[in-house]
């Protein structure tokens, strides 16, 4: 037990500096004309290239008081929150599969979920260049995890994107408007590859629950009635990660619903 705990603080650090990569993911990857690589970070605003001091997760944020060392505007909180969030992520990865395959797998998994969270909120798209890999690799990837047989992956595939795909299909039909896009349907289909079908239901209620309880806060401040636009993507991504960390105690409780005894 003592050398797992161990190994918390090396995947916390871990954490943070891929944190950090994801920030420049999540900046650049919606641009077609940029690269993730190239150029060097820098100031979105002043293109001020970072010293090595300006680039530490979390830290850098803090010493430069938010603010760029270069034209001193401000940097977006997202910057150290991304960091922080994908550090307790890899920190809760290694703490529930310990020293596995599955570690390697849904540290990658959880960070591709984190990128679309993100990208969701600020542009309203779900890349495919992260869907549709991340399906085939999450069910490549059911033929080494124990957790998940590649059966329940297929079957999470078909199961995830075709139950979304017939929810819009019905609400175009119904109210003749686009009402929940291709790539939540992409979305909900990586997530079953890599969680199995097991966790739609869980995934499915969830994210609509809390989608409608935001969705009706938003409509209330905003007042643009049926116009407000909501990304959907972040509350079916959070509700995966619940359950990749949960699934347990999650599938515990749904069956004990089902039954209706406790054991």
């Known amino acids: 037990m003592i050398p797992e705990l161990l190994l918390l603080l090396p995947a916390a650090l871990f954490g943070a500096i891929v944190g950090s990569f994801l920030n420049v993911v999540i900046l650049r990857l919606p641009n077609p004309e940029q690269s993730i690589v190239f150029p060097a970070s820098h100031c979105p605003i002043c293109s001020a290239p970072l010293h090595w001091y300006e680039n530490i997760p979390i830290l850098s944020y803090i010493f430069l008081r938010g ?14 929150l991304v960091e922080i969030l994908m550090m307790l992520l890899a920190t809760a990865v290694v703490y529930t599969f310990k020293i596995s395959y599955e570690t390697i797998g849904y540290f990658v998994f959880s960070a591709a979920l984190l990128v679309i969270i993100f990208i969701d909120i600020r542009h309203q798209i779900i890349p495919d260049v992260i869907s549709l890999p991340g399906i085939v690799l999450g069910f490549i990837f059911s033929f080494i995890n124990s957790t998940v047989t590649w059966q329940s992956s297929l079957i999470g595939i078909l199961a995830g994107g075709g139950v979304l795909y017939a929810i819009a299909l019905f ?5 003749k408007i686009e009402g929940m896009g291709g790539g939540d349907i992409k979305l909900l289909a990586m997530i079953g590859a890599w969680l199995g079908y097991q966790s739609l ?7 609509s629950l809390s989608g409608a309880v935001i969705g009706i806060i938003l409509l209330r401040c905003q007042k643009k009635g049926s116009d407000t ?4 993507g972040p509350f079916l991504s959070g509700a995966a990660l619940i359950y990749t960390f949960c699934s347990k105690e999650i599938l515990y409780f749904f069956n004990l619903y089902l039954t209706g005894q406790w054991p």
């Open 67 to 80: 603010k760029c060392g270069h034209c001193k505007t401000s940097i977006s909180l997202q910057y150290p």
């Open 171 to 175: 609400y175009m039909m119904i109210r």
């Open 201 to 207: 239901p869980f995934v499915i209620l969830a994210s």
């Open 229 to 232: 636009r909501i990304a959907f």
